[in-house]
């Protein structure tokens, strides 16, 4: 099916465990991001990625990792997880900076770290 | 930096009456996006407003962006109970958006 899949839908590790979250997009679009969402908050950017091997930090990328070696895919790694990381991550794909199309989002991985 | 403020953030509304929701944001843009978020859910494009001036429609909700003033509203005419969510503006910065803490929704009998 098209869209933005997010894999896994929750996940419960430990403190200091790597742990890999993975987002998947079917409509080619150059732009993928991932956005934290804690009370409080509302969203924030961890990293974003313009097109295949370019990343770029958010406002909250200490702790986190990425990579794009292809368009449809946007992993997320945190490399040695901490309980402030537990939280709803949420991906997002657009087709352009300049598109007029909204940003379109996955349905979330909810994290907690133990 | 660009910031977003939302008001209110908690907002308890009996049926059948109107409210707006403000979003104010500090720097220059002119593409503002309305989300919803139901619980445990993920975020639902509502509207996308490209200029100054712009109002866009759906059902009871209306929203207008004002980019000399900085600022976006998101009217609710008539509240129904389906409403109940968490809504979002974001602002656009070029390349990345900057989302609002969100305003949380009660629409009660």
């Known amino acids: 099916d098209a869209g933005i899949t997010q894999s896994p839908r929750y996940k419960i590790t430990e403190t200091g465990r790597q742990v890999t979250l993975m987002c998947h997009q079917t409509w080619s679009h150059s732009y993928m991001f991932w956005y934290r969402q804690d009370l409080g908050h509302g969203l924030r950017l961890i990293y974003y990625?313009?097109?295949?091997?370019?990343?770029d930090k958010g406002e909250v990328p200490d702790g986190y990792v990425v990579s794009r070696s292809k368009t449809e895919n946007f992993p997320l790694t945190l490399e040695s997880a901490t309980r402030s990381q537990t939280s709803v991550y949420f991906c997002?794909?657009?087709?352009?900076?300049?598109?007029?199309?909204?940003?379109?989002f996955g349905d979330g991985t909810r994290l907690s770290i133990l | 930096e660009l910031k977003v403020e939302q008001n209110p953030l908690f907002l308890s509304m009996q049926e059948g009456k109107n409210y707006t929701i403000y979003c104010n944001y500090s720097?220059?843009?002119?593409?503002l996006y309305w989300y919803r978020q139901d619980p445990g859910k993920s975020l639902e494009s509502l509207f996308v407003l490209l200029s100054n001036g712009a109002v866009k429609q759906e059902g009871r909700l209306m929203a207008s962006l004002d980019t000399k003033a900085r600022l976006s509203t998101l009217h609710i005419t008539a509240a129904v109970h389906d409403l109940s969510a968490t809504y979002f503006c974001?602002?656009?910065?070029?390349?990345?958006?900057?989302f609002g803490e969100g305003t949380q929704l009660t629409v009660n009998p």
């Open positions: 997002a794909s657009r087709g352009t900076a300049k598109s007029n199309q909204p940003q379109h």
């Open positions: 720097t220059t843009s002119d593409r």
């Open positions: 974001a602002v656009d910065s070029g390349s990345r958006l900057t």
């Open positions: 990625s313009a097109a295949a091997d370019i990343t």
